[in-house]
């Protein structure tokens, strides 16, 4: 299985180093908005601790990028914690990066429900609550491709993460108490929902070969930003065809009240170009409008990857006033500024 | 030797050098395991940790009691792991260091309590139970066959071939199950007919404890 | 080589329709910045025409995107022309757009130098002529891939033209004469460089099949954003090596003055995650600090791609105080904005 | 008949709708020629091109004459087809046309003088020459030859012949060349030893001219 870093079609030199030597560029490219502390493998907000904000904390596996790292500055994260590829992070990462973000007010963590993940945050909290610093933690647990039953590690969080890190970052900014914030997160998770579907397989560089196997005129619906099997795998399909399928999946299990407004999020899982999100977009538009839900902001990228899978998914949030007003906060990141 | 058998710091040293030889060797069967239920990392994760541990192992006094050793390790692999694997074995780790105690040296029915105790950390941590398709699968049967064999009188070594086995049984027998832990779990039905790869090397973990059991100079 | 729908890895519904359904999903994602004018097949500054502002429209084959339908919008180009994928628009979009964004202050043609694009450029200007609309053209050549010479159709445009796009549409912002914006305009290619290196080749819709064949452990030095083969084909290498044999071919013809001060832009070529762009920014900054160069502004991301081509482009610009100017002006396009 | 085959509308209508059955047919070997040594986009930009010219056609009174059907045809390519391909061919017919003037049929040395036109044409907006390996290899020598027979006392028809194997015969000759001019002129050296996309369909397009002519009614 192991492979010589030339046969990877990458850019990395050895493949072990390409999480830290992805965070040196990041470091490099915006060191206006970040610094890393690269003993404990943490992104900062360059002006971490915000005295008497809300500190955010995020993390989980590396290859999603921009999650988590691109996520960090005014208005979103304070800290990002970067684990292998698709390896949870360590406690005593999240350990740092919340004493480093703790302005007073409390941090926040936000966590995607994977197994490890959440192992991993639960006990850095413990940690963090031992040296006296209040956390509270939020779970994203948005993937409706995965029944979600008390006997199973329920629901993956996916696409919602990122919009929980806006609405909840721009709470905090805005002087939100860690309730208050924490508030506002769950919210975003309990109203959001996502589906992904993937055409290739991601190729991790210490494994150096596709994730899963797929046919040439297969896709996998429903899949995980891991390469994680989904629902089904079935034929291709026209790209109409394959969003109606997703949007009636994902309004099944939110239920929008009737004439809803909506945040609609199209994200590319990597190797998806852009010219195909927008036609996916032009679809998700004219499902959403057929069904009488109104699309009120939306965001069209590649946000929430899977190295460079091809494929895309989708985020419906259903908003209201207050989350809207948050989701227009401006923001300044490396991978999601406006108003700045 | 029965019941006398006694297990020290180096044993238990040897134990976790032991471990890393096997986690190094069967990086990536253990990897192609994960890459076919899970997110093809279990190897790295193992291997990297395990390493991290022989590292701290230098670094620590020889005349660190066993129990302190353990727990040591434990929290290398919770801070190096990452993962579901860092946090589940690096509490297993921890809780049967803690369960030792300070002793210089500690005996069959001790070892058995201390693996008790690791298994607890892992279901209260994990809330696995057996038949979920897990590294649980391995060990609560190897778990279970030491404490019966300690006490029934047999010495620490051979109650440890027959933890070994239960957990080989224990591994093979997750083939057919369906995962309802872990990443796994999102496979539904199609987590069907693949060894567990948690599973797996904790049989490797316990081979190593056997082994360095019965090498005892 | 025609391929049935279903078997092309793509989000699409009739490979002919891919461009223009995608810019339906632009114009669904943007209405506040853009609108579509779908009978030309043209994308307009929703504002547009901007009175007494010089226009600026660009154009090209699409599949580059966000290049340059992305790049519509405040501080940036007035209207882009995105012909068939890969392939020049023709003179009629172009004179739409230039005559819908005429402010009275005459209008730029970006263009980048290709022979289809420069001629179908070139006719259009010739009809705005007639029709009274004062029209300037500049080129863009930046690609050091491809040697330079009389006889043949030069260099390439590639990377350099999204900087040319910024500069020139903040000088217009400001109020610049057409003559001024011009001479940005050709200030900045002057002053930019681009190479850019291919690990896989681009499908495009219509074909269905690769563009270039390439072994597994092979990479091409010098591809064009079109999959144009390069300098040569070579045996992949570590990161650390392709930035330093970029670098060196981009600086031998740039030939920067010493110590001089550079904007730095690592491109993706639209299958490489942004994990390794960043690995290849990390490595270029050391190699640019390395020969005693600063450099005070980057950008890293997809922005001029190649369809899913997996590959990065390195494009080097030596600024000046007004170009660092301009580049920090506000931009406010679906996929550039900071400031607004 | 010699010198005095006349040439009308129903012919030039003939040349287009055959140019376009051609275009569809040839499509992908375009395609595939242009992918060597080009983006490989040579058949459908020629193919949606020529589609758009017949459905110009039918849009057309029948009493057009045939220079301003060319010049229409023309401006549909320059419309529809983009490229390089498309101002070249465009420019090309349009020349043609205007050369032709306003009459209702034409002979042999005026389909000669509007072929040098459209040459003409073709080289002030592309500036290849013979040798650069572009559409100029296959159109200067049937322009050429095209003149030769025409001012030798030929019929159009026959001239054709005669022009349509020039064209032939550059074709093959841009194999070995390496290219100066267009996309392909960025392969350097490894443009050698493919035929040129744009000489091969420009001999597609004399064929059709060619039968055009003889097929007159
Ligand atoms: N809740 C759990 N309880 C016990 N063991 C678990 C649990 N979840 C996962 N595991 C074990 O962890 C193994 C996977 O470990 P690893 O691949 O290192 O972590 P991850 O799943 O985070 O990538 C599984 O094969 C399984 O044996
Ligand atoms: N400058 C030029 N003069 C004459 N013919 C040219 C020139 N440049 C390109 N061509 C012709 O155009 C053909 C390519 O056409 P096409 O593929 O449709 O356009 P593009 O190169 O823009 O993709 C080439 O094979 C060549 O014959
Ligand atoms: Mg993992
Ligand atoms: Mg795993
Ligand atoms: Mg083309
Ligand atoms: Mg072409």
Known sequence: MSVATQTL??????????????????????????????????VLRKDAPVAGKVGLVSGGGSGHEPLHGGFVGRGMLDAACPGEIFTSPVPDQMLAATKAVDGGAGVLHIVKNYTG????????????????????????NDDVAVEDSLWTAGRRGVGVTVIVEKLAGAKAEAGGSLEEVATVARRVNERGRSLGVALTSCVTPSAGAPTFEIGADEMEFGVGIHG???????????????????????????????????????????????????????????QLAERGLTVARNLVGNYITSLEMAGVSITLVELDDELTTLWDAPVHTPALRWGA | MGGLTRVDSATMARWLEGSAVAMREQRDYLTQLDAAIGDADHGTNMDRGFASVVTKLEELDDSTPPGKLLVAAGSTLVSTVGGASGPLWGTALRRAG?????????????LATALEAALDGVVKLGAARPGDK???????PAVRALRERVDGGASAADALVAAREAA????????????????????????????DPGATSTVFILRALEQAVRERP
Chains 1, 3 share one sequence.
């Open chain 1, 9 to 42: 079609k990458k850019f990395v030199n050895a493949p072990e180093d390409v999480v830290k030597e992805s965070l040196a560029g990041l470091a490099a490219a915006h060191p206006d908005l970040v610094r890393v502390d690269f003993d404990n493998q943490v």
């Open chain 1, 117 to 140: 993940d959440v192992m991993n945050f639960q006990l850095a909290a413990e940690l963090a609550d031992d040296d006296g610093v209040a956390v509270e933690s939020v779970l994203t």
């Open chain 1, 228 to 286: 994680e099997p989904g629902r089904r795998r079935e034929k291709l399909k026209p790209a109409s065809e394959i969003v109606a399928e997703m949007t009636e999946a994902i309004l099944a299990d939110l239920s929008p009240a009737a004439g809803a407004t909506l945040l609609a999020f199209v994200n590319g899982l990597g190797g998806t170009p852009l010219i195909e999100l927008y036609v996916v977009y032009n679809e998700l538009a004219k």
């Open chain 2, 98 to 110: 803690r369960s030792i105690g300070d002793g210089e040296s500690f005996d069959g029915a001790a």
């Open chain 2, 134 to 140: 897990t590294m649980v699968d391995a060990l609560e």
């Open chain 2, 168 to 195: 080989e049984d224990g591994m093979h027998a997750t083939v057919p199950l369906q995962a309802s832990k872990g990443r796994a779990s999102y496979l539904g039905e199609r987590s069907i007919g693949h060894q």
